[in-house]
């Protein structure tokens, strides 16, 4: 997961109230090694520069800050027994704003990070039988993710799909398994094989997905039917969305005491950070998850790419960076 949106300075004057809660998440490492482990793409490992990393489940992400103050999301990848190192894969985007391209053209071990999180929102599920589908970088919350499968004795089968074999990481790791693991490189063998793959599935199987938005979407189309939670998928871009529609609303901030009125073209974390109250944030598109902020009256129309469908029914939680409301109030623990 990535993004271009600098960071905020939580200490600026005004944010005073907010600083003791990020600090709780924020984590200085050093890059200790760098790794090429496929085309265009890097391994990066990560270590402690003071005390011992907290826990992370498999599906973890955290916030990396790079030199520029730019913040970019990327997934876990390691062991989530080892307190002293995280491990992160990272892909040079080819057209994108530069966060990518100076971690794997410039960064250098030895460098210090501070990072943030670490934050889950691709949890896996206990189950007794998986199918993982990856595409690309894609496949980086996944790895974990066969370590826990393989280690609570569940069957599981892992397709891994590539534009070419040099195009597709940690395939020496991978290999390890056997075959379970099905590698999938598009110029030799094509697309990979989702109408045989999701033509059918049982109660005691769950599908994670996570790559480039044609393949989440392809899934999404051949599972339409299927109960929710049945598919979980993580996405790296957000999903497009009409405002067209959109109304004004009244937004009420209980712990700061405001009440605000949102208007079209803005979103409630503008409107929030324009009233003078501070919301740890990231991506401002809705994939990162940083701005999850409780709902305590009101109904959110939730745009984001994070939550799952059961999530969303709920509705105890949004991220204010996209969503709106469908009710003409609304009220946040803010």
Not at 189 to 205: H, N, V, Y
Not at 242 to 262: G, I, N, W
Request: with cysteine; proline share 6%.
């Amino acid at each position: 997961m990535s993004t271009d949106i600098a960071l905020r300075d939580v200490r600026q004057a005004g944010a005073e109230d907010a600083v003791d809660d990020v600090a709780e998440s924020e984590f200085d490492v050093v890059v200790v090694r760098k790794e090429k482990i496929a085309d265009d793409a890097f391994s990066l490992t990560l270590r402690s520069a003071g005390l011992p990393l907290p826990a992370w489940a498999p599906g973890a992400h955290i916030d990396l800050v790079l030199p520029s103050k730019k913040v970019r999301q990327y997934s876990l990848c390691g062991d989530p027994a080892n307190r002293e190192e995280w491990r992160i894969g990272v892909l040079r985007e080819q057209t994108g704003r530069g966060g990518s391209a100076y971690v794997c053209d410039e960064l250098a071990e030895g460098t210090r990070l501070t990072v943030l999180g670490p934050r889950n929102h691709f949890a896996l599920v206990p189950a007794a039988n998986y199918l993982f589908i990856a595409g690309g970088i894609g496949i980086t919350p996944i790895l974990p993710m066969l370590q826990a499968a393989t280690k609570s004795g569940a069957r599981w089968q892992l397709w891994y799909g590539g534009r070419q074999a040099s195009s597709m990481a940690f395939v020496e790791e991978l290999a390890g398994y056997g075959d379970r693991v099905q590698l999938w490189p598009q110029d030799e063998r094509g697309l990979l094989p989702l109408d045989d793959l999701l033509a059918s599935r049982d109660d005691e199987t769950l599908v994670y997905c996570c790559g480039p938005a044609p393949l989440l979407e392809a899934t999404e189309a051949r599972s339409r039917d299927w109960p929710t939670g049945a598919l979980r998928v993580e996405r790296f871009a957000p999903v497009a969305v009409d405002h067209a529609a959109d109304q004004p609303f009244e937004l009420e901030l209980a712990r700061s005491r405001k009440t605000l009125t949102v208007p079209p073209g803005m979103s409630i974390l503008q409107a929030v950070e324009a009233s003078g109250v501070f919301v740890l944030s990231s991506c401002q598109e809705g994939t990162c998850g940083t701005c999850e902020t409780e709902v305590l009256e009101g109904t959110p129309d939730h745009r984001d790419c994070v939550l799952t469908d059961a999530e969303r029914a709920e509705g105890d939680v949004m991220m204010i960076c996209v969503s709106r409301s469908r009710t003409s109030r609304l009220v946040l623990d803010l």
